[in-house]
Nanobody, 117 residues
């Protein structure tokens, strides 16, 4: 089992910055892919950004050039640096971890991000 603890959500003004963190713990032997998804009421959860252990990244088109994903493998932690957020980035952000390429993945409890002036 893998436990995920997210932090860093809250209220941010448009054009500001915010950093989300997600620390993984438990029976961890590898963390093939770590990432972030988000969801708003009435909509499906959508990918924001992911990063593999080899450093390969994937971003949603809507956040490219504004958000940056990074990870600290020594701390089993993934970050999402949100620069110049927009009101449409308001959502619950979920951490996702996939320990192995073809195995199960795990979700955090979610952290609310609200972009508003």
């Amino acid at each position: 089992q893998v436990q995920l603890v997210e932090s860093g959500g809250g209220l941010v003004q448009p054009g500001g910055s915010l950093r989300l963190s997600c620390a993984a713990s438990g029976s961890i032997y590898s963390l093939y892919r770590m990432g972030w998804y988000r969801q708003t009421p009435g909509k499906q959860r959508e990918l924001v950004a992911t990063m593999t252990s080899g450093g390969f990244t994937t971003y949603a088109d809507s956040v490219k050039d504004r958000f940056t994903i990074s990870r600290d493998n020594a701390k089993n932690t993934v970050y999402l640096q949100m620069n110049s957020p927009k009101p449409e980035d308001t959502a619950v952000y979920y951490c996702n971890v996939k320990p192995t390429r073809f195995g199960n993945d795990y979700w955090g409890q979610g952290t609310q991000v609200t972009v508003s002036s």
